[in-house]
C-alpha cells in the first residue's frame, strides 16, 4: 500500500525566514509521481509541483524548491523569505503510474506572522 | 488556463433533500474526480470519471450519485444525506498524458 507521512502538523514562522516541510512516502511501485499542493483559507487546491520517480534532479521555481530524495524516500519543500501569503495547508501525495488516484499526506499548517 | 469551476460554493440541505454539485471544466481534460475533505484532514477520492465513463468508485454509499453528461461537466447528485457527509467535496481534472490535477474551490456542504 501506498503511504505519505507528514509529521510536522503545524509550523510558525516570521515573515522573511526560511522554512522546510517534510514529506515521507511508501510505495513498492517504481513508477510513481509526487505532488504538492497548497490549500489557502479558501479551500482551492493549488497545484505546485509534480516530481516523476524516475526524475531525482531538484527544482527550484522562484522561492520555492524541492528536494526529491529516493534514497530516504522523501520529498522535501522549501519556501525562501517566507511571506504572510504563503500561511496555508501544504499537502504532499502520491499517485501511482497505474492509478488515477491521489493519496495525500495529512497536511502541514503553516503560518508566516508578520 | 487551469479553471476548475464548481457550483454552488456553499449549500445547505436537510436530510430529505436531494440536491447536485456541479463542476465544469473546458480545458479539455479527460479525467476528472470527486474528492471530499472533511475538517483538517486531506482530500479523499471519491470518484473518477475517464472519458466520461466512471473508472474508479471508492466504496461510496449511493447516496452520492456521480454523474458525467459530457467531456466538461460533472455532477453530483446528494440524496438522504446524512450530518456526518457535511464536507469540502472537491473537483479536479487532469490533462491527458499528466498525472497533475487541477482542483476547483469546492462546495462546502452542510447537512441538517
Known amino acids: 500500500a501506498q503511504k505519505v507521512t507528514q509529521a510536522q502538523t503545524e509550523i510558525s514562522v516570521v515573515e522573511k525566514e526560511d522554512v522546510t516541510l517534510d514529506c515521507v512516502y511508501e510505495?513498492?511501485?517504481?513508477?510513481?509521481?509526487l505532488f504538492w499542493y497548497k490549500q489557502p483559507p479558501s479551500g482551492e487546491l493549488v497545484f505546485l509541483i509534480r516530481?516523476?520517480?524516475?526524475?531525482?534532479q531538484n527544482e527550484i521555481s522562484g522561492r520555492y524548491s524541492w528536494n526529491f530524495q529516493k534514497s530516504t524516500s522523501s520529498f522535501n519543500f522549501t519556501i525562501t523569505a517566507s511571506q504572510v501569503v504563503d500561511s496555508a495547508v501544504y499537502f504532499c501525495?502520491?499517485?501511482?503510474?497505474?492509478?488515477?488516484?491521489?493519496?495525500f499526506g495529512s497536511g502541514t499548517r503553516l503560518l508566516v506572522r508578520p | 488556463d487551469t479553471e476548475v469551476t464548481q457550483t454552488p460554493k456553499h449549500l445547505v440541505m436537510g436530510m430529505t433533500n436531494k440536491k447536485s454539485l456541479k463542476c465544469e471544466q473546458h480545458m479539455g481534460h479527460r479525467a476528472m474526480y470527486w474528492y471530499k475533505q472533511k475538517a483538517k484532514k486531506p482530500p479523499e477520492l471519491m470518484f473518477v470519471y475517464s472519458y466520461e465513463k466512471l473508472s474508479i468508485n471508492e466504496s461510496v454509499p449511493s447516496r452520492f450519485s456521480p454523474e458525467c453528461p459530457n467531456s466538461s461537466l460533472l455532477n453530483l447528485h446528494l440524496h438522504a444525506l446524512q450530518p456526518e457527509d457535511s464536507a469540502l467535496y472537491l473537483c479536479?481534472?487532469?490533462?491527458?498524458?499528466?498525472?497533475?490535477?487541477?482542483f476547483g474551490q469546492g462546495t462546502r456542504l452542510t447537512v441538517v
Open positions: 479536479a481534472s487532469s490533462p491527458r498524458g499528466k498525472a497533475e490535477a487541477f
Open positions: 516530481r516523476n520517480s524516475f526524475d531525482e
Open positions: 501525495a502520491i499517485r501511482m503510474d497505474s492509478s488515477y488516484k491521489l493519496i
Open positions: 510505495t513498492r511501485d517504481t513508477t510513481y509521481y
